[in-house]
């Protein structure tokens, strides 16, 4: 089982930046598919960017170019560099894992870009 904090949401002007961060607990990160998703009110949770254990990464259409996946194995945590961000990345953001076909989910952490 895999369990995940994720953290580092807040309120930002647009144009701005934030970095989020997600803590996984397991041994077996390394191979463990991260991603981060992404909840605006009264839509679908939509990917945002996936990175794979040997550092493969894709990407939504609406942040290629902005935001940036990486991952740190020795300290079991992924991170998402956004910059540039616009009023339309308002949402909540989920970290995940999949892992032997299943999801594990983290608490959602709300990111909110001011015009």
């Known amino acids: 089982q895999v369990q995940l904090v994720g953290s580092g949401g807040g309120l930002v002007q647009a144009g701005g930046s934030l970095r989020l961060s997600c803590l996984a607990s397991?041994?077996?990160?390394?191979?463990?598919?991260m991603g981060w998703y992404r909840q605006a009110p009264g839509k679908q949770r939509q990917l945002v960017a996936r990175i794979t254990g040997g550092g493969s990464t894709n990407y939504a259409d609406s942040v290629k170019g902005r935001f940036t996946i990486s991952r740190d194995n020795a300290k079991n945590t992924v991170y998402l560099q956004m910059n540039g961000l616009k009023p339309e990345d308002t949402a909540v953001y989920y970290c995940?894992?999949?892992?032997?076909?299943?999801?594990?989910w983290g608490k959602g952490t709300l990111v909110t870009v001011s015009s």
């Open positions: 397991g041994s077996i990160f390394s191979i463990t598919t």
């Open positions: 995940n894992a999949l892992l032997h076909g299943i999801d594990y």
